[in-house]
């Protein structure tokens, strides 16, 4: 069965906090995706990866980074965390042929405060 | 920029009533199309998955219709249950050279009351 495993469920941090969201696929997967969600907007494109150490950047990158040092492992990195960054952050991964599915992790509930 | 919009934004239908979800998109320029179901806190759940090449895809009570010409997808779920209460969205996914993204709608709210 295919997985897309993100660290944690729910956090809380403080504002100014670096914080770092974990995301790993188990499927040998080129792309893997960082969106956010929030009501009203959507997913909104944080950024993609295509292969280890490549990036893209996203709609709305500002305040983000990413790493990926691995094929399997794409994460998320808040620099200074803000309350502007409370929303739900989803890990999906694909195969680089654009004729395949994409498979989303579970959400990580993230809440600055 | 490709925009995908899904009416209605929520949608609430007795039990053992069909329905159908609607999904457009601008561009029809596109790889795939993919439903997707989120309940709520939750990730998404991929349904099916219609290649630009095909028509409709089937899974159980679920029906995905494609008309790429005309930028346009329907989800027919027959026979709704309470446990179809979720909220639908779609995805584009559009050719290469053009971006490596998913484009989401913001999904219908469904309600299946019993």
């Known amino acids: 069965d295919v997985k897309v495993t993100q660290s944690s469920r729910y956090l809380v941090k403080r504002t100014g906090e670096k914080v770092f969201l974990e995301c790993v696929q188990d499927m040998d997967h080129e792309n893997m995706f960082w969106y956010r969600q929030d009501p009203g907007l959507g997913l909104r494109l944080i950024y993609f990866?295509?292969?280890?150490?490549?990036?893209e950047k996203g709609d709305i990158p500002e305040g983000y980074s990413v790493s990926r040092e691995k094929k399997e492992r794409f994460s998320l990195i808040l620099e200074s965390a803000s309350t502007n960054q409370t929303s739900m952050y989803l890990c999906?991964?694909?195969?680089?042929?654009?004729?395949?599915?994409?498979?989303f992790g579970q959400g990580t509930r993230l809440t600055v405060v | 920029k490709q925009e995908v919009t899904q009416i209605p934004a929520a949608l609430s239908v007795p039990e053992g009533e069909n329905l159908v979800l609607n999904c457009s998109f601008t561009?029809?320029?596109?790889?795939?199309l993919q439903w997707f179901r989120q309940d709520p806190g939750k990730g998404l759940t991929s349904l099916l998955l219609?290649?630009?090449?095909?028509r409709e895809q089937t899974s159980g009570r679920l029906n995905a219709s494609l008309d790429k010409s005309s930028g346009r997808s329907t989800l027919y779920i027959a026979a709704s249950q309470p446990g179809d209460s979720a909220t639908y969205l779609c995805a584009v996914r559009p050719l290469p050279n053009t971006g490596n993204q998913f484009y989401f709608g913001t999904g219908t709210s469904l309600t299946v009351i019993p």
């Open positions: 561009d029809s320029a596109i790889y795939n």
């Open positions: 999906a991964s694909s195969l680089w042929q654009g004729g395949t599915e994409a498979f």
């Open positions: 990866s295509y292969d280890v150490k490549m990036k």
């Open positions: 219609i290649q630009s090449s095909q």
